[in-house]
């Protein structure tokens, strides 16, 4: 027991020691955000700074539908939820953001002349673009806007907002319905807020908890792919450099692999911890901004007890089922590249398991959902993550804690046994027949 | 009696396309040193992985200071240095050192204390500079071998066995190593090493075993192997009656080859041919003697006759 105890030790320390871990602990959540919050604060900056901002209206409709128009647009950059966003006030504050279209009425005939001027002054930058309204946009709504921005979503947004918002307006004044009334019609929103039911009862949106159940299984996938690497490394390092004879002539290989499972998945479980205290710290912050947005209430998906239980136990099931077949390919090989080559098999197992994530979140309670949350290979990754979106039934449960039990004992068994010889053997890698004899003979 | 220290009784490993170790047994007895001889691939290596119960026999048992070798407790009195010699590379030198101490049960304060000791015997740790503080890595491959040869010692073993230990030390660290078997050996410890140096062993060990494809050839001590084994040659000069001597030695029929030299005669005698009873029969004629010189046959010799005997199994070499 205390060999046991040195061995992990030495795995957990060695590995938490390096500059390796103590980067890609600390960066890694930084990374991470960079890498989902950046496009999106992005497009932010980009409806930020749309205000509809130098362009121009050609107004060609005679009914006066351009300023109309010009109006929406404003009071839409006006009412922009992300001024209120901290760190944004400054460009929302200034006037220059929310200036207004200049529209030019002009007669039908006379669009391409505007048009051709319109274009002259988007080339030499004193506009950004330009909208024609005519008839046809009366008629049936469709415009045509052209300039240099028109690849920004967020700004042409606006624009089609406004024109809707303006076209609604002009509709219903004709058909009676005007002043207050009319504005109160046409600024009506729709917002659908989801919500998760469960037999336990109502808790948290459901795209809060599609989201809570996707990073779950990436989370997952990613620990798994990393540390079981890490361990297939640590083998055939122990492997080339010899060591291992020196270490099993005190110890047995089993003890040796066991300590290095557990060594190993605890600097796994350092890692998440880490990045888990970073999460709660953003979401918090998070969730305030969006609180101060006014935007759709979030509410965090509610964890039962029961879920983290799950989550836990299928981390570490997962983990070892994976940790103990990579440890045998490192066992079996003599250098890195054999390594690489030979854990394909393994890794085809976790790189399926992901690429089904997308299909079984969008029907998690497809027959393709049940099948991967039952086969053991899978079920690590995809039954904590159709758990945070659906009500699982218990015989579900059940049978896949039961198969990825009964997997987990089968590759330590099948692993151990090859760990054993192959430690100690060196030149070709062995064939698969080769390897049915070495789980025979030990 | 001496008490043994390692008993191996009739072991066997067979693999798939060879057999390995076929039916091998020996006794060392305590405070010795053992040669383990034989041409490479003769078994050396699996006999002592056996022995450490790094590999199961397929038949056949292996006590050591009386206990079984499966038993831990056995297993942590012994100290043990493999051919293909290694150390986690990425490690400082003394936590590679704690570590190996902790797997056979010292703890860390004592550890440190052992490590100090020999690091500073083995000149690893000078006033100028402290190698447990550098990594693996950054020692050549001498300091390497010493830092091994300190784990394998750290727990203070009864019973070390060494795996060709004088393969690829240089003569400084060869002789470094020579003398702390030879220490050790006088603090009552028991030494089993393997080679197929026959002048290391020859001058280190009290006892030998020869083996070749995977049996032993003989054992015993190194003076017995050499009277039983070895083939007798005698220097025998002659002052007068020489002429005689040619007819009485071929009477004799004791004297397998015998080459005149015109002032020796150099003879080959029979297995077992008693080289007094020779003496006192020439004495006997009227000889007078003037030289009867007993060379004794190295281990060397022993060795090429009685493995050249056996032949060494081409093609096989295991891992040592």
Known sequence: ?442 | MSEIALDIRAITKRYADHVAVDGLSLQVPKGTIYGLLGPNGAGKTTTIRITLDIIGPDEGSVAIFGMANTDRGAIDRVGYLPEERGLYRKMQVRRVLRFLAELKGIAAREADRRIDAWMDRLQLRTPEKDWSAAKVDELSRGMQQKVQFIGTLLHDPDLVILDEPFSGLDPINAQALKDVMVELRQRGKTIIFSTHLMDNAERLCDSVCIIARGRKILDGTVAGVRTEHGVQNIALGVSSGRDRVAALLQESGVVERMDDQNRFFELTLRRGADPQALLRSLVTAGVEVQRFELVQPSLHQIFLEKVGATGVEPGVTGNG
């Open chain 1, 1 to 442: 027991m205390d060999k046991l105890l040195a061995v992990v030790k030495r795995e957990y320390l060695e590995r938490v020691r390096t500059k390796w871990f103590i980067i890609s602990t600390v960066f890694g959540p930084v990374f991470l955000l960079a890498i989902m919050i950046l496009p999106s604060l992005l497009t932010m900056r980009g409806m930020q700074s749309a205000g509809a901002t130098n362009f121009r209206i050609i107004d060609a409709t005679g009914a006066g539908l351009g300023p109309l128009v010009a109006a929406q647009i404003r009071e839409r950059a006006l009412n922009n939820p992300l001024r209120n966003i901290p760190g944004m006030t400054r460009r929302a504050d200034s006037t220059r953001s929310v200036a207004e279209a200049q529209v030019v009425g002009v007669a039908p005939e006379a669009v391409a002349a505007a048009e051709s001027t319109a274009t002259l002054d988007v080339m030499a930058s004193r506009i950004r673009g330009y909208l024609i309204l005519d008839s046809a946009t009366v008629a049936s709504g469709k415009a045509r806007y052209a300039g240099r921005n028109t690849s920004s979503l967020g700004e042409m947004e606006q624009v089609e907002g406004g024109l809707r918002a303006a076209l609604l307006a002009q509709r219903l004044e004709a058909a009676g319905i005007t002043g207050a009334r009319a504005d109160a019609l046409a600024k009506v929103r729709a917002d659908v807020s989801t919500e998760r039911i469960t037999s336990k009862g109502r808790g948290g949106s459901g795209i809060a908890s599609l989201v809570f159940g996707f990073v779950i299984a990436f989370l997952l996938y990613m620990m798994i792919i990393l540390y079981g690497q890490n361990i297939l490394r640590g083998v055939l390092e122990e492997k080339t450099t010899r060591v291992a004879e020196v270490v099993i002539s005190s110890i047995s290989p089993e003890t040796l692999l066991a300590g290095k499972v557990i060594g190993v998945g605890a600097v796994g479980l350092t890692q998440q911890l880490v990045w888990l205290a970073f999460a709660c710290g953003f979401s918090a912050y998070g969730l305030a901004m969006a609180a101060s947005l006014g935007a759709v209430s979030v509410t965090m998906p509610q964890v039962s007890v029961l879920q983290v239980v799950a989550l836990l136990l299928y981390f570490l099931l997962g983990y070892t089922f994976y940790a103990a077949l990579f440890a045998a390919v490192g066992a079996m090989c003599s250098s890195q590249e054999e390594a690489t080559q030979a854990a394909q098999p393994v890794m085809m197992l976790l790189v399926a398991t992901i690429i089904l994530v997308q299909p079984i979140l969008t029907a998690p309670t497809g027959t393709m959902a049940t099948v991967m949350s039952i086969l053991p290979f899978s079920s690590p990754i995809i039954m904590p993550m159709v758990m945070s979106g659906t009500q699982v039934p218990a015989w579900q449960l059940a049978a896949s804690l039961a198969s990825l039990a009964i997997a987990v004992y089968g590759s330590i068994w099948l692993s151990a046994r090859i760990y054993r010889v192959g430690l100690l053997m060196t030149g070709k890698r062995p064939s698969l027949k080769e390897l049915a004899r070495w789980v025979r003979y030990s």
